[in-house]
């Protein structure tokens, strides 16, 4: 059907659309898994993702594919992604099945990859904190790979899926020199001498003080996203530079190999470090929402486009993070399906004796699906979780924020930050290392968010407190606009605690900032 | 129409003339009118000025919004400029290929609004939308890309004129998504 006849004939389906569209427009997400109290296998029986199973049943004779499985399952997320379930193949033929394993009742993991490696088509199999990745060869049969699931040592089977639509949640800035070139200016004669700090909104926006952000100790925030660029002049002294972690042949390995610290990949990484914690007072550049932080750089995304690693490797790279000790883990990143790896490398990395260790944030992530509904990507979905924060992306206008009547419920997870037209850091289109984020969205709202939690959290005595005693603290002292369903992250309360004593706890804190 | 209905005798001309003017009034009623919401932004040449994707939405190629009574839709009529290495391609190649449908939201929303990506926002804007834009090849042969296309009518302060900013979303694990301004020419 060609454009015309494709458009004409969709016409009463957009009035339709559009009436929904007026009458309201609500949030369409399944609960996940993580967040049901029968967990991923929602009846006796399953193993794996509806999808999964559905497609693989579907084969009868044909080829596995893994591109058309990961297809098929993000299709349970939207319309959009229902509507394109048959995708051309690949011109080097079917992408072979790669499947993250969980151990059967009784299983060991251990005894599950030992099993799995005897299996005929597997040939090679990884090994993680809670599952074990099996990559098949193409010869494995539909059939076959039906039987393997259904063993008693699998537990549950999801694909490890990657690449188009699990991508980083924003688009390369779009430069445009004239609307900004603060990164041009020399020092200000004024603390803090970052010429472009007059022109980060979302520091005004959000209470930030440079002379409080000073004094905040560093807290180490893991920035798992396509590397950072630790030779940049306004993060080279916050990057933790040497990963001595995973340096095998994963996947996980060797885009941290490439791409960790050397500035030579997709600039998302080192777009959010800056953000998060780009250095103050350095007379170039931005500063970052808590300038003295350490930042930990794990790649989960492919060089070439911010396209997603695998879902083991994102998961890997949340428990690395947990085993660093990482205070944040800031995940600008989104993708559309409920994957038990990744769900439960959140879980642990945020519940348990982990509970008030850290604190995980994305962004929240959404699109516009065409019956123009709205959609929440993953992993915002898992706000189901104590230990997660979504940042909502919000623009510099709007009505003036004010304190509420009654603080907001920090169950949601969901907290409104700066998500457009911020001064990040760069590693491209720029000779100076610096751009105007024009589409930021839910990535720099996460930034700004885990900025936001570092800069609390290492402002004593709030260094005393835990992770869930943050969260609280943000919800309570955020702001509301008239404008925004979502409450506004807000750090201006800060300055109340130079009225505490050095032996300040952190109840007393709480206390003092009535938000106990 | 109401000269051809007119016949012969007065009484015949009479009733005959009652009926055009029926048939006038419901030919009328039914004629579809563009939603005065999108008309400011109908019938007058546009220019991409900036661009993240700029294979889809080439900088500085013109396009014009022309509303299309037969379908109740709004056509893209691209131009490309050659000088300017401003060429449309697949769909937008050809004029007044590609139609819109109107979403009418309960407002018209800002750029930096839209910039934020923040879908429950975006659900507010009027709006003009297509599915399955062809826009360039995918990078599997014999494949190409598909778009949702999205403009979000920009009005601007007052006395600017009309601009809008066009989303490419795209649902097919075979592509990426961006987005470019149309101003004002």
């Not at chain 1, 990559?135 to 059939?143: E, L, N, P």
């Amino acid at each position: 059907m060609t454009t015309r006849g494709r458009a004409a004939g969709c016409r009463w389906f957009f009035l339709a659309a559009a009436f929904a569209a007026v009458i309201g427009n609500c949030v369409i997400a399944a609960v996940p898994g993580i967040c049901r109290d029968e967990g991923y296998v929602e009846s006796a029986g399953e193993r794996a993702p509806r999808a999964l199973t559905a497609y693989v049943e579907s084969l009868g004779q044909g080829a596995f594919d893994l591109r058309s499985a990961c297809t098929q399952w993000a299709a349970a997320f939207s319309n959009r992604h229902r509507g394109i379930v048959q995708i051309p193949m690949a011109a080097s033929g079917p992408v072979p099945p790669r499947l993250i394993l969980f151990p059967g009742p009784g299983v060991e993991l251990r005894q599950l990859a030992e099993w799995t490696a005897m299996r005929r088509h597997v040939h090679r199999v990884e090994i993680g904190s809670r599952f074990v990745v099996a990559s098949f060869t193409s010869g494995v049969s539909a059939r076959e790979l039906h039987e393997f699931v259904q063993e008693p040592q699998v537990g549950y089977a999801e694909p490890d899926c990657d690449g188009p639509d699990f991508a980083t949640s924003s688009f390369e800035p779009a430069l445009d020199s004239q609307s900004n070139d603060c990164w041009h200016r020399p020092a200000r004669l004024a603390f803090p001498n970052d010429p472009c700090i007059d022109d980060l909104w979302g520091h005004s926006r959000i209470g930030w003080d440079s002379t409080i952000a000073a004094r905040s100790l560093p807290r180490l925030v893991a920035i798992l996203d396509s590397g950072v660029d630790a030779s940049h002049e306004d993060l080279s002294l916050n990057v933790v530079r040497v990963l001595t972690h995973d340096t095998g042949r994963s996947e996980g390995g060797r885009l941290n190999a490439r791409c960790a610290t050397s500035g030579r990949c997709y600039p998302h990484g080192t777009e959010m470090a800056g953000t998060i914690g780009g250095r103050m007072d350095n007379g170039i550049g931005i500063a970052g929402v808590a300038p003295n932080s350490d930042l930990l750089p794990i790649v989960i995304s492919r060089p070439e486009q911010g396209k997603l690693a695998r879902l083991s490797t994102i998961a890997h790279a949340i428990d690395i993070a947990a085993a660093r000790g990482a205070h944040v883990i800031n995940i600008s990143a989104r993708w559309p399906v409920d994957s038990r790896a990744v769900g439960e490398a959140i879980l642990a990395a945020t519940s348990g004796r982990a509970a008030g260790q850290r604190l995980v944030v994305t962004g929240y992530a959404t699109s516009l699906d065409n019956d123009e509904t709205v959609r929440e990507y993953f992993p915002s979905q898992y706000r189901c979780l104590p230990g997660l924060l979504a940042g909502v992306p919000g623009d510099m206008g709007g009505d003036d924020l004010f304190n509420p009547a009654t603080p907001p419920n920090a169950t949601d997870g969901r907290i409104r930050a700066p998500g457009v037209d911020i001064v990040v850091t760069t590693t491209e289109n720029s000779e100076r290392g610096y751009a105007l984020s024009e589409a930021a969205g839910a990535s720099s709202a996460a930034a700004y968010v885990s900025g936001a939690v570092a800069l609390v959290w290492g402002s004593p005595p709030l260094n005393k407190c835990d992770a869930q005693q943050i969260k609280r603290l943000l919800f309570c002292r955020s702001k509301s606009s008239k404008s925004s369903r979502y409450p506004w992250i807000n750090v201006d309360f800060l300055g109340e605690l130079a009225k505490l004593g050095a032996g300040a706890d952190c109840r007393t804190a709480m206390d003092a900032l009535g938000c106990s | 129409m109401l000269a051809y209905l007119t016949t012969h005798s007065g009484r015949h001309r009479s009733a005959a003339g009652a009926l055009a003017v029926l048939l006038g009034c419901a030919i009328s009623a039914m004629a579809a009118e563009p939603d005065p919401l999108v008309s400011p932004w109908l019938g007058r040449e546009m220019r991409v000025g900036t661009t993240n994707m700029n294979d889809h939405l080439p900088l500085n190629g013109r396009l014009t919004f022309v509303y299309d009574a037969d379908d109740d839709v709004v056509r893209v009529c691209t131009r490309s400029i050659p000088a300017l290495r401003a060429t449309w391609r697949m769909d937008l190649a050809v004029p007044c290929n590609v139609a819109l449908n109107f979403i009418r939201g309960s407002r018209y929303c800002s750029r930096q609004e839209v910039n934020t990506g923040d879908a429950e926002v975006l659900a507010t804007c009027h709006r003009l939308r297509s599915r399955d834009v062809a826009m360039h090849p995918a990078a599997q042969k014999d494949a190409v890309e598909l778009h949702d296309m999205i403009v979000f009518l920009i009005k601007g302060a007052e006395g600017d004129r009309p601009s809008a900013y066009v989303l490419l979303d795209s649902p097919a694990h075979l592509t990426h998504a961006g987005g470019g301004d149309i101003v004002p020419q």
